[in-house]
């Protein structure tokens, strides 16, 4: 991936310190540093995300269409929760110091820190992670469309969404008033109350029926009969970088 670098040159660059590329900041407790190859030319098919959050916070549901995460907890606690698109299930990974969570590929996830302090380090397997934001796709998404789709409420899904005006990337936002008090206790306790379970799951996770596709490509089986491989996945539109990246 860095066969094009001329090694020669007085530009190659081998280190950089990502205080220098603030890539979000919510407040001093909640913020996000990056480093990609506009950083650091020298780096292959790899960059990363330094993630500092306080409890509570989220690093809102998002997916990199482009990359898969590797996200490994340094100090503090989070849950790490994806959704599987073949078993159609939500799966909460929880991660203290020394623990990774992997989410491949393209899958909707987010990370909510469960104490003060935490600090991620989000490790990317592309120069540079694209990134699209859940808050992108339901400000940007006519409600009218929501609501046609999902047979909804056209006038109150919009006054529920007017709020979110803009990348969330961390929340809720500094200016969030919720209008159920302690919504945001409510939603951390509910990932803490699954974690024992979800441990499990993790380890037994029962895969969807799927068709049969050998017809159109010889996929082996692995230990259990299941098929080892899936046909390559299709993802939706390219996404857009946000600034810092």
């Given at each position: 991936?860095?066969s094009?670098?001329?090694?020669?040159?007085?530009?190659?660059?081998?280190?950089y310190d990502?205080?220098?590329?603030?890539?979000?900041?919510?407040?001093?407790?909640?913020?996000?540093?990056?480093?990609s190859?506009?950083?650091l030319n020298?780096?292959?098919?790899?960059?990363l995300?330094?993630?500092?959050?306080?409890k509570?916070?989220v690093?809102?549901p998002?997916?990199?269409q482009?990359?898969?995460?590797?996200?490994?907890?340094?100090?503090g606690?989070?849950?790490v929760?994806?959704?599987?698109?073949?078993?159609?299930?939500?799966i909460n990974?929880?991660?203290?110091?020394?623990q990774?969570?992997?989410?491949?590929?393209?899958?909707?996830?987010?990370?909510?820190?469960?104490?003060?302090?935490t600090?991620?380090?989000a490790?990317?397997?592309?120069p540079?992670?694209?990134?699209?934001?859940?808050?992108?796709?339901?400000?940007?998404?006519?409600?009218?469309v929501?609501a046609?789709?999902?047979c909804?409420?056209?006038?109150?899904?919009a006054?529920?969404?007017?709020?979110?005006?803009?990348?969330?990337?961390?929340?809720?936002?500094?200016?969030?008033?919720p209008?159920?008090?302690?919504q945001?206790?409510?939603?951390?306790?509910?990932?803490?109350?699954?974690d024992?379970?979800?441990?499990?799951?993790?380890?037994r996770?029962?895969?969807?029926?799927?068709?049969?596709?050998r017809?159109q490509?010889?996929?082996?089986?692995?230990?259990?009969g299941?098929?080892?491989?899936?046909?390559?996945?299709?993802?939706?539109?390219?996404?857009?970088?946000?600034?810092?990246?």
């Open positions: 991936m860095i094009y670098m001329d090694f020669t040159s007085p530009s190659v660059q081998y280190t990502l205080r220098n590329n603030l890539m979000f900041k919510k407040d001093d407790q909640n913020f996000i540093n990056a480093l190859i506009h950083q020298t780096l292959g098919n790899v960059s995300l330094d993630i500092y959050l306080s509570s916070n690093v809102e998002h997916t990199h482009n990359a898969s995460e590797l996200v490994y907890c340094i100090s606690a989070a849950v929760s994806l959704i599987n698109p073949f078993t159609k299930q939500l990974i929880p991660i203290s110091p020394g990774v969570a992997n989410v491949p590929q393209g899958w909707w996830h987010y990370e909510i820190a469960t104490v003060d302090q600090h991620l380090l490790i990317f397997d592309a540079i992670p694209e990134f699209i934001g859940g808050s992108d796709l339901l400000r940007l998404t006519p409600a009218s929501f046609h789709t999902y909804l409420d056209k006038r109150l899904l006054d529920v969404l007017a709020p979110i005006t803009d990348t969330v990337v961390i929340g809720p936002p500094a200016n969030c008033n209008a159920v008090s302690g945001r206790d409510h939603i951390q306790s509910d990932h803490v109350q699954k024992h379970v979800q441990r499990n799951h993790v380890q996770e029962v895969r969807a029926p799927i068709q049969d596709n017809a490509g010889d996929y082996s089986q692995d230990g259990e299941h098929p080892s491989a899936y046909p390559p996945q299709q993802y939706i539109g390219n996404g857009w970088r946000y600034p810092g990246l």
